[in-house]
């Protein structure tokens, strides 16, 4: 599977300048991809407006998604600002091409900056298949919270197959605690035995916040295959192989010894 990180700037609070901005930017990537990664709240930034910014699910970014994936004959994810039944949510959206969609809401809400007042958290987790591959698309503060991004069993998933091939992270992860991104994406490759990308924002935002980026590209063995520099606006494709991932898992089968939990967060 042909994977795109998608490292950039945004346009603070500006759905139609952001949508725009990633349209050009993604116009290059028709029949060079499968999967398409964007970061956290990427049509408005890491906003607490919600009130201004909401949309509902039949709005402009949810048709913008279903444009470009057709488009582009690619599946493409990241997260928006959503509102449904007067609440507000963090909301992942996996878009495939032929317009159906899976959605998570994010679950860890960053308290530091008061998301937990502005939002509601999503209770599910969410795996997607596309392509022969088993994804888990997670949101930014989510990465601190090993339990929740478990290749487990339990009330995830019975018997002893893995839950997920690949764990996903889209993000607003500032500059000042860059060290934690770049380790704990490292920490969740090697623990889960699953390939990890971490897609984060580059430059400043409405807060005055900076951030650097280190979108990257891990393998299950914990090495990176692809990062894209420090502050640089950039896009970046690989072909992830299934089989040597398997393989892996095969000649190392740690996940077989994991702790079987039940979550009731």
Known sequence: ????????????????????????????????????????????????NTGLLAEPMNGPTMSWLQDTARDLNAAVTGSFICVEEGKYFNRLIFMRPDGQFDFYDKKHLFSLATENEHFTAGRKRLTVEWLGWRICPLICYDL??????????????????????????????????????????????IENQSF??????AGVDGNDFEYSGDSAI?????????????????????DLSLENMQ????QLPFLADRDIFEFRG
């Open 1 to 48: 599977m042909r994977i795109s990180i998608v490292q950039s700037a945004l346009n603070w609070e500006n759905p139609n300048a952001n949508r725009s901005m990633f349209a050009e930017k993604l116009t290059h990537l028709r029949g060079l991809t499968d999967l398409i990664v964007l970061p956290e709240m990427f049509s408005t930034g890491f906003t607490m």
């Open 144 to 189: 601190r919270f090993p339990a929740w991004s478990r290749n487990t069993a339990g009330s995830f998933v019975s018997g002893h197959t893995p839950h997920y091939d690949v764990l996903i992270y889209v993000a607003n992860w500032p500059n000042r605690r860059a060290h934690h991104w770049r380790s704990l994406l490292t920490a969740r490759a």
């Open 196 to 201: 990890v990308v971490g897609v984060n924002i």
């Open 218 to 238: 891990i393998d299950f063995s914990g090495q990176p295959l692809a990062q894209i520099p420090e502050g640089k606006e950039d896009i970046f494709t690989l």
């Open 247 to 250: 393989l892996y898992r095969q």
